[in-house]
């Protein structure tokens, strides 16, 4: 059964780091050379892309918009990829998101929300909350 689940949101102090988790089980299956991606959409904002890895070979993608305090990383044997995210600031607050399509798409539309958004697998997101 091919699932997206994402975990680990919560309450952080500014300056704090929290690890998001994906458990996407399946994707192996449904996708050629899987990319997983990781979005964020904050209260009155757009969904945006965060970063993206290559699941079996590990490569990784970010936006050129996005700050390098974020790393994703995944974990072939578990089936799950991990979003760390470092000294959290209050604009860092949003529904995290995580998602799965095919390479090609990758390919097309880069790390981005465009390249997840038709036939992408998504998650139900998990919230994160940063108290300045």
């Known amino acids: 059964r091919v699932q997206v689940v994402e975990s680990g949101g919560g309450l952080v102090q500014a300056g704090g780091t929290l690890r998001l988790s994906c458990l996407h089980s399946g994707v192996g299956e449904t996708f050629e050379k899987p990319i997983i991606g990781w979005f964020r959409r904050a209260p009155g904002k757009e969904r945006e892309a965060v970063a993206c890895?290559?699941?079996?070979?590990?490569?990784?993608y970010y936006p050129t918009s996005v700050n390098d305090r974020f790393t994703i990383a995944t974990d072939n044997a578990s089936e799950t990829t991990y979003l760390e995210m470092k000294t959290l600031k209050p604009e860092d607050a949003a529904i995290y998101y995580c998602?799965?399509?095919?390479?090609?798409?990758?390919?097309?539309?880069?790390?981005?929300?465009?390249?997840?958004?038709?036939?992408?697998?998504w998650g139900q997101g998990t919230q994160v909350t940063v108290s300045s």
């Open positions: 890895i290559n699941w079996k070979y590990g490569m990784t």
């Open positions: 998602a799965a399509v095919g390479h090609g798409y990758l390919k097309q539309y880069g790390c981005s929300e465009e390249a997840f958004r038709r036939v992408g697998l």
